[in-house]
């Protein structure tokens, strides 16, 4: 069975960082390809960041810069360092990943950033 569990989130004030972690487990860490994703209230969720097998990045355009996302195989855990924070509100923040057919999604973890 596969679980991710996100921790990290918090109020935050604009400009600060923070660092999102989702703990993996029920699957071949090393070798998925994994996403951050958020949705704020009333809006559509977008995939923030991708971190694939081999290494390679992809981030949404508005965080390029200031997103990094990164994992550690050993501790199957998926990371998102978040720097620079933009005055966006309350915003979930939820790692996922691809399994069989079906995206597998963790429970998320809110991100408030202030102004």
């Known amino acids: 069975q596969v679980q991710l569990v996100e921790s990290g989130g918090g109020l935050v004030q604009t400009g600060g960082s923070l660092k999102l972690t989702c703990v993996a487990s029920g699957l071949n860490f090393e070798y998925r390809t994994m996403d951050w994703y958020r949705q704020a209230p009333g809006k559509m969720r977008e995939k923030v960041a991708t971190l694939m097998a081999d290494g390679e990045t992809h981030y949404l355009d508005v965080v390029k810069g200031r997103f990094t996302i990164s994992k550690d195989n050993a501790k199957t855990t998926l990371y998102l360092q978040m720097n620079n924070l933009k005055p966006d509100g309350t915003t979930m923040y939820c790692c996922?990943?691809?399994?069989?057919?079906?995206?597998?999604w963790g429970q998320g973890t809110q991100v408030t950033v202030s102004p």
């Open positions: 996922a990943t691809l399994w069989g057919n079906m995206v597998q």
